[in-house]
């Protein structure tokens, strides 16, 4: 399947209320993957895990995260100059780059420190089990919007490293340029809402309290009863908590 991507412009009135609310209509968008035998969902830390594990539960697919954090750039550490996601993937917004005159020494310093703490959400989120393996699996790939989109195409990366099936995204919102740009690298892609006005995914809540890691730990707890008996070989790594 390539290329899917189904608009909601006039359905959603407004803003979501929280990342509950849009992991309900994003789960509503997404019904025909229910029940789909090798389906994995990974949500992104940690905004996207209150989003993704409302996907799992409606797709009865199981849930992991897969980490990935965002390079922001000098003095606005909210714009995404990139992101750094597991096995040594970087993606670089060159353009970002460019217009703010940002040289690699300083790329390569966030990128450190970026790095230093991904490691550590990995150790604390999984509390030592091993990430689920998503061989020959189809990966559905969760966050809570898409702004730059730099995170999700460092995920991507990272997860193509891995032998999947394929790479869906979903989103419940993202701006247009960084929604196609997704496109062109996941199998198939659905967002709930593709907006021109698009400049920070806060903005499209209601309630964008920042979510915990203690709320991601407990969430992703929760997902593990989430498998549905015939997914035994893609929820393999999760029995260790059983």
Not at 105 to 110: A, E, K, L
Not at 119 to 124: D, G, K, L, N
Not at 166 to 169: M, N
């Given at each position: 399947m390539r290329q899917i991507l189904?608009?909601?412009?006039?359905?959603?009135?407004?803003?979501?209320?929280?990342?509950?609310?849009?992991g309900i209509a994003l789960a509503d968008l997404l019904s025909p993957f229910a029940g789909r035998p090798n389906l994995v969902v990974l949500a992104i830390p940690r905004g996207g895990v209150p989003v993704g594990y409302q996907v799992a539960k409606a797709l009865k697919s199981p849930l992991d995260v897969i980490v990935v954090r965002k390079l922001g750039s000098p003095g606005q550490p909210e714009l995404a100059m990139g992101a750094i996601a597991s096995g040594g993937v970087r993606v670089i917004d060159q353009q970002v780059v460019a217009e703010l005159g940002v040289p690699a020494?300083?790329?390569?310093?966030?990128a450190t420190i970026e790095r230093r703490e991904?490691?550590?959400?990995?150790?604390?989120?999984?509390a030592g089990r091993p990430a689920l393996d998503p061989r020959g699996c189809t990966v559905m790939?969760?966050?809570?919007g898409l702004a730059t989109g730099s995170t999700m195409r460092a995920a991507i990366a990272a997860i193509r490293q891995r032998a999947p099936a394929?790479?869906?995204?979903a989103v419940p919102v993202g701006a247009p340029p960084a929604v196609e740009a997704v496109s062109r690298l996941a199998d198939g892609t659905v967002c709930g809402i593709v907006s021109d006005a698009m400049r920070a995914v806060g903005d499209w809540y209601e309630d964008f309290t920042p979510t915990t890691d203690a709320e991601v730990a407990d969430l992703l707890?929760?997902?593990l009863a989430l498998t549905p008996r015939g997914m035994e070989s893609a929820a393999q790594a999760h029995t260790q908590l059983r």
């Open positions: 189904r608009p909601r412009r006039g359905v959603i009135p407004g803003r979501f209320r929280d990342r509950v609310d849009a020494s300083v790329i390569d310093r966030v991904l490691e550590r959400r990995e150790r604390m989120f999984r790939l969760v966050d809570d394929a790479v869906i995204v707890t929760r997902g």
